[in-house]
């Protein structure tokens, strides 16, 4: 008799630590006195606790970028190098993907597999094409003779926007690896966590780049 | 109790102060520590006391097993401590107003205006108004205060008279200002007090406070021998080495420490430029 | 392009023979754990029970093992530097200022990152999902992932030692010394990703342990029931979760700066250095109460128990406990007063510094509170307390002298400094682990340690600990900087002698300990805890067996009181038997086994040393294979294992008896006593 047959029959989530509800007691919320919370809300609430965790990383990021944002050592500052039409594409591409990120999470609650994989395929896409934008960007500039070594300006820009490129490629790589596995796996209650954990962090890095797109490019276009 | 030991025996750097900033430091720093010995012994001993009082094995003591809250106790356990930190507050910021590194002395006389510019390891003193400079050793009239403007030409290093007062970073690309004064003639040490690789623990030189007649007869001398400090000279300072000896140039390239501040002149090369024939002691 | 970068012969330090035969000596000591481990078969125990073992207790372990190796390891650099201190007044002593340069920034590194970190973390590890009752952590398999990868960043540590050179400018690498002009050889690149590696690792236990606290706990464990050190436990964490990511962003804009030219902290092309210090501080700082606060939390349990009595103030301590959390943020910059930041600036920060004495006085006078009107025993974790109270007051004073500016502009980067930081970390958080080591040992292994000669141990370290660092306040105020390979100073060279005799004397103190280990192991037949109970506890890690069955409770306990043992207990007592009848006990799901965490760092180790040495084909493998870890890892099906019910019931009814068994002995005696007294 297998662990997940158990728990089935005994109709309780079977990812739990702890112990069965007593008589009277009817859901623990995990919130003071309660006992144990169920599997689901520990993963997501773990999750989020990451995701604040890399949100100060990025302030960290953010931060040297105000502080470097004058030091042109005699190269070009955020006026001449952005460029707002291909940033703002990238941000569409980014926000749409959000949207479809959240259709898919809408598809993973009615457990329908085909659209699942239909919009999850659509998410990446459109993070693919967000992250070739960026890349064209960096390309561009490095061909200039303006790549992350003539400033210390330019070292804080292609830290920080690639720090988040980084994140939304390792997103892919994930996402990637949920494409496989519902299929594969159907879903399960931890396969659903894991959809649960990756949507978190697709719109995190959706409200990172709203930032990055305010503080660097948006507000850049206005410094001298 | 082993620091009011250490307090009677008086050590000769920062407790022994040959001018008014460190004279001032000491007494902030005196001040400070009777201030919170005043609860810290007392807080010591009913500790052991009540540690040692209230053993098992005593059956004089009167035992309260719920003795675990009482509001007069909690308004003393936290008053006292406040109280003492908002005293020593309002002292921290006096004292930080008063003698923060870069307010100017009360002027008795002109301050003396002096460049230092700590190197890979060695410090280049300059005298911008007098056109003559030092290496390793810092050379100043008693009783004048001293206006020096701290940078750095390489990695960080911290200048620091302990008898003098008040360290401060020197630092590439930034000029720091800290004034300083000796009351009396004296040869007090100064040091780097922050590790700038190999050859940190030699980077040590003599302060030496002279008679106004004495610097006078210094200065005329120093003018009269020695290399001249131009771009070239500089440059030569710039690999890591250990001078075996003080020394001084007659004359200084006006606009020098502007340059080394505005990174106008490269910065120290770093053990790839090579190290100089002169080796650190710890080397040999 | 060479196939192994730049790592040739020269990387092995063939002509100095200190390290080369310390790194020998190490390297045959490992080898030859490693075919006895073999040869004796143990192999697969280790590899079921603890290199695999998700279990919270076993974790913790293997984190305070690592850091009492770590700390020997850390030691014998300080005895190093100290005996260096000693020979070379107006000499170059023994060790030349690149392999002395390398001994203080590897005893610092060490002890704080490798030390400390690991030890409070494993007690927490071992401890807080007890106290909270419930039977793991909330998320097992990181918990192990976040072990192994300290284990991966300590190792890399110690490679250095034979392969390469390590860092020279102390445990935090300041640019522009730590940029690659100054610094071009493999030193900086080992401190940097040995502590990216462990520094993930910390970050993931950071995020384990606050859900664990706020999301797992036995029923009615209030947030105001919560046992005193899963408080401190829950603020440490908060402040891993807020302040390690900052570490990694820092050390990855040196590590950019290094590896591709960017200009963050460089001197040249508008590169800022000071913005590695206010960024490093800010890590830096709340990493200080990262190690304090669970320590405190631990004198906190010892001083209960052994006062028997409750915690005085208990809502007080937490008050303190989060005012400290939170302040600790605030304060970064009075590591730098001497940056020249301007009086407003200084004294803001001085004052924020000074506040954070208030809530830790309120911690120690309500310490002094819980032994007034109690029955005080002095067994060896309360020597350790009692020890810390009276280091830990001088060292607060210190402290708080340092955040005063105009005093910090004559005791900065003086010996003062160090001996201040020495006393706190040594007087409060080596002294804590101390304590708690001993407390919980009995729960982890089910025996008490040896009392004779764990007290020999703390009056060693204590007297040891002020012979050492006595000195050092007086040699900061004498004006002696810190790292200093030689000097020609007359009047430091007799202090220095004195310190070098305090650390022989704490090098008794750790023989003392390992003697106490070897005793204790050799006698422990006669030093069974059967109860689970041995220091008549007051929480619920004293509720279950020493050592506690992989589920930890049968049934997880209903609280009821702010200290739920001793509450059981005392109901125990009048009624005359257990509280709670035998339940009906069920199955219970534990999760499974999992190579995830050794695997991982394995990876983390190849990955890491490749890039120190530039082998870029070796780095793409490693980061292929982590990939390939986390897909077997999301792939797999059974992560949980079933304990039937009868194998439960089995462990706890032995449990019951022992503990029935005791109940009746002590209500006898205590009638045998009343009887004889009247």
Redesign the interface.
Known sequence: ????T??LRTGRD???????P?AG?PE?T?H??????PKR??VG??FW??I???V??FS??F??YT??IH???GGPGPQEIFDLHGTALETACLLLSSFACGLTSLAVARRNLLWSEIFLAVTGLLGAAFIGLEVHEFYGLVARGDG??????L??F??LVGCHGAHVTAGL?WLG?MMA?FP??GFKA?IRH?YLCFSLFWHALDIIWIGIFTVVYLIGKITP | MLLLGQLAGCGRAQLQPAGPISAAERKILLDSIVIMLAIVIPTIIATLGVAWWFRSSNPRARRQPDFVYSGRVELIVWSIPALVIIFLGGIAWIGSHDLDPAQPLPAKAAPLDIQVVSLDWKWLFIYPKLGIASVNRLVVPAGVPLHLVLTSASVWNVFWVPQLGSMLYCMSGMAGTLYLEADHPGVYRGESAMISGDGFADMHFDTEAVRRSQFDAWVASTRSAGPALDDAAYRELLHQSVPPHPYTYRAVRPGLFADIVMLKLPPGDGPRGGVANVQPVGLR | MTLLGRLTWQAIPFHEPLPLFSGLGVLITVVAILAWVVAKGYVPYLWREWITSVDHKRIGVMYCILASVMLLRGFIDAIMMRTQQVMAYDAPGFLPPSHFDQVFSAHGTIMIFFVAMPFVIGLMNLVVPLQLGVRDVAFPTLNSVSFWLTAAGALLVNLSLVIGEFDRMGWLPYPPLSELRYSPGVGVDYYCWSLQISGVGTLMTGINFVTTILKLRAPGMHYTRMPMFCWTALASNLLIVAAFPVLTATLAMLLLDRYVGFHFFTDTAGGNSMMFMNLIWAWGHPEVYILALPAFGIYSEVVSTFSCKPLFGYRSMIYATMAICIISFMVWLHHFFTMGAGADVNSIFGIASMIIAVPTGVKIFNWLFTMYGGYVRFRTPMLWSIGFIVTFAIGGLTGVLLAVPPADFQLHNSLFLVAHFHNVIIGAVIFGAFAGYTYWFPKAFGFVLDERLGKWAFWLWLIGFWVAWGPGYVLGLEGMTRRLQHYDVAEWHPWLVVAEGGVVIILLGIIAQIAQIVVSVRTREQRRDVTGDPWDGRNLEWATASPPPAFNFAVLPDVTDQEPYWDMKARAREIGQLTRPEPRYEPIHMPRNSPTGFVTAFLAVVTGFALIWHIWWLVLLGLAGAYATFVVFAWRDHDEELIPAEEVARIDRANRAARSAALQHRQLRRETQRESAE
């Open positions: 008799m297998s662990a997940p158990t728990a079977p990812y739990h630590i702890g112990h069965a007593a007691v623990y995990g003071g006195a309660g006992g144990p919370a809300i520990v609430y773990g606790i990451f604040l965790s890399d100060i990383l960290c990021f931060a040297t502080v470097l030091a042109r050592n992350p070594t003539r400033s210390a300006f070292t804080s292609f830290a790589l690896t596995q594969a796996k931890s894991r």
